[in-house]
């Protein structure tokens, strides 16, 4: 066996997740192991929704029993389990660093979690252990964005500009709060281990684990937060798990999975039942263009594209254009669904 992976549960399965099973002769590694159920405009009963979410984390939860490795890339309910914390007993837990780089809903939510990791495992108040605030310098993101920052957005560049700086003053804002907050320390207990994952490299026999420096949950700046993807290596086999980039809406991102050029390739597609809400039609453009981009770059043998998208009937006519690319090129582009058999199910309601 070489570099072996199987989605766990996805969108098109019914429920919201990304959970990914990785497996190597050295590790297994299961990345976000969360659940979450379908938003009030998912074209299904309630009952069936939450039926969904009992199945998937029925299927999560086994898995997690059989690695060794657990991943969180964020905190959001979809990546990660809060309040099931058996699931942690006995693992490695590399996870996204709750003390930077994390909006304020997702740090609540990561205190109050770590605070329950330590409690159990531990027998200790996290209070009594956190390390004191210290402060430290963050540059502006958009240094690092060489590609996106000089597109040219013709008519939206005026108000674009308009929306970076607001987001500045937003990353500002969050700067401050990381740098009064107390730290919550990386740690071993007798049953857990728990390592933050940005830009971090992880070696386990042949096997190496590398997480991206944090990045945004979708457009420059942000409010949703940032995230983690995570490369799993084995030998010379590759796997790019990215998390929510939500297309990737970044140019630079698309680039930097171009750049890592995975044998496999999971990737989030935009939030198309949110057009034109938290989606505007020039963001969605951008990541309809660097998802051809991706898929025309690469050589991977699979693209798994799937969560988010398959939220409402009209995601595949709505990136038709995507899916046209990965048929012209002979590439398999496949939600989850497909890639096990089966139709996704918002298109069977």
Request: proline share 5%.
């Given at each position: 066996m070489r570099l072996y992976f199987k989605p766990v549960w996805f969108d098109s399965l019914g429920a919201k997740s990304s959970c990914t099973w990785v497996e190597t002769p050295d590790v297994k590694i299961i990345i976000d192991p969360g659940i979450a159920v379908m938003q009030p405009s998912f074209p299904a009963s309630m009952v069936k929704?939450?039926?969904?979410?009992?199945?998937?984390?029925?299927?999560?939860?086994?898995?997690c029993r059989e690695a060794e490795i657990l991943i969180i890339t964020h905190y959001h309910y979809d990546h990660y389990f809060p309040e099931d914390l058996d699931i942690y007993k006995g693992?490695?837990?590399?996870?996204?660093?709750?003390?930077?780089?994390?909006?304020?809903?997702?740090?609540?939510?990561?205190?109050?979690?770590?605070?329950?990791?330590?409690?159990?495992?531990?027998?200790?108040?996290?209070e009594k252990v956190a390390k004191e605030a210290e402060v430290k310098e963050y540059p502006n993101p958009m240094l690092e964005l060489k590609i996106s920052s000089k597109k040219d957005f013709g008519d939206y560049n005026k108000r674009r500009l308009e929306l970076l700086k607001l987001g500045y003053r937003f990353f500002e804002k969050m700067v401050k709060e990381w740098n009064k907050e107390k730290k919550i320390p990386e740690v071993e207990?007798?049953?857990?281990?728990?390592?933050?994952a940005d830009g971090a490299e992880f070696k386990f026999g042949k096997t190496r684990i590398k997480f991206t420096k944090p990045l945004f949950h979708g457009i420059e700046f942000s409010r949703v937060g940032w995230v983690v993807s995570v490369i799993i290596e084995y030998k010379?086999?590759?796997?790019?798990?990215?998390?929510?980039?939500?297309?990737?809406l970044i140019?630079?991102?698309?680039?930097?999975?171009?750049?890592?050029n995975p044998d496999i390739l999971i990737l989030d597609g935009p939030a198309t039942y949110m057009i034109p809400y938290t989606l505007n039609l020039i963001n969605f453009r951008r990541a309809v263009e660097n998802a051809k981009k991706i898929i025309k770059k690469v050589e991977s043998k699979v693209?798994?594209?799937?969560?988010?998208?398959?939220?409402?009937?009209?995601?595949?006519?709505?990136?038709?254009?995507?899916w046209e690319m990965g048929k012209r090129l002979d590439?398999?582009?496949?939600?989850?669904?497909?890639?096990l058999g089966k139709m996704p199910v918002v298109l069977t309601l």
């Amino acid at each position: 066996m070489r570099l072996y992976f199987k989605p766990v549960w996805f969108d098109s399965l019914g429920a919201k997740s990304s959970c990914t099973w990785v497996e190597t002769p050295d590790v297994k590694i299961i990345i976000d192991p969360g659940i979450a159920v379908m938003q009030p405009s998912f074209p299904a009963s309630m009952v069936k929704k939450i039926w969904w979410v009992e199945m998937g984390s029925g299927e999560i939860k086994k898995a997690c029993r059989e690695a060794e490795i657990l991943i969180i890339t964020h905190y959001h309910y979809d990546h990660y389990f809060p309040e099931d914390l058996d699931i942690y007993k006995g693992k490695i837990v590399i996870a996204k660093n709750p003390n930077e780089y994390i909006n304020d809903s997702q740090r609540v939510r990561a205190l109050e979690f770590y605070e329950k990791i330590f409690r159990k495992y531990g027998k200790v108040e996290l209070e009594k252990v956190a390390k004191e605030a210290e402060v430290k310098e963050y540059p502006n993101p958009m240094l690092e964005l060489k590609i996106s920052s000089k597109k040219d957005f013709g008519d939206y560049n005026k108000r674009r500009l308009e929306l970076l700086k607001l987001g500045y003053r937003f990353f500002e804002k969050m700067v401050k709060e990381w740098n009064k907050e107390k730290k919550i320390p990386e740690v071993e207990f007798k049953d857990i281990k728990i390592r933050w994952a940005d830009g971090a490299e992880f070696k386990f026999g042949k096997t190496r684990i590398k997480f991206t420096k944090p990045l945004f949950h979708g457009i420059e700046f942000s409010r949703v937060g940032w995230v983690v993807s995570v490369i799993i290596e084995y030998k010379n086999e590759k796997l790019f798990y990215s998390s929510d980039l939500n297309g990737p809406l970044i140019e630079d991102y698309a680039q930097l999975i171009i750049d890592e050029n995975p044998d496999i390739l999971i990737l989030d597609g935009p939030a198309t039942y949110m057009i034109p809400y938290t989606l505007n039609l020039i963001n969605f453009r951008r990541a309809v263009e660097n998802a051809k981009k991706i898929i025309k770059k690469v050589e991977s043998k699979v693209i798994l594209y799937d969560h988010h998208l398959p939220r409402e009937r009209k995601f595949r006519e709505r990136t038709r254009e995507v899916w046209e690319m990965g048929k012209r090129l002979d590439k398999k582009v496949l939600t989850v669904a497909e890639f096990l058999g089966k139709m996704p199910v918002v298109l069977t309601l």
